[in-house]
């Protein structure tokens, strides 16, 4: 299925107090995590969920960044994890695709944490364009959705 085929995310209604989760953000395509980040933040308020954002450095980064935040003082309730990585000529793109979706894997399962990942991993920038767009189909929203969707889950199966 394509992005344009998707429905668009809606806000799930959670139980309980209202969630507050971190967005990581890796704004090395600025335009384009702006738009991810535009669709976030959009179904987070309409879910009536609290959160912060936190901007690092790249995308390799955004495991280490939401371990840090784990070892922190502040209580999170989820994550979402923001970036783009669009290919160039060398295996570089393979690389850190591979090892920063292994890292928020492995740091969602250590500590089981609620975690919408909205990494685009694309081959042209107008394909990451199409897919971060605040007037349709947002990846960004997406990965909301589906850190509020877990975050749901933990609560009624007594996880948190």
Known sequence: ?????????????????????????????????????????????????????????????LPQAIRIAVRGAAHFDGFVALGCVVRGET???????????????????????????????VDSIDQAESRAATNGYNKGAEAAAAALLQIGAARRLGAV
């Open 91 to 121: 295996d570089h793109y393979d690389h850190i695709c591979r090892e920063t979706m292994a890292g928020l894997m492995t740091v969602a399962l250590q500590f089981g944490l609620c975690l919408g990942t909205g990494l685009l991993t």
């Open 1 to 61: 299925m394509s992005t344009e085929d998707a429905a668009l995310p809606t806000a799930p209604r959670i139980e309980g107090p209202p969630p507050h989760l971190l967005i990581v953000r890796a704004p090395y395509y600025r335009g384009v995590v702006d738009g991810l980040t535009d669709g976030a933040q959009r179904l987070l308020r309409e879910a009536g969920a609290t959160f912060e954002t936190l901007d690092i450095a790249g995308a390799y980064e």
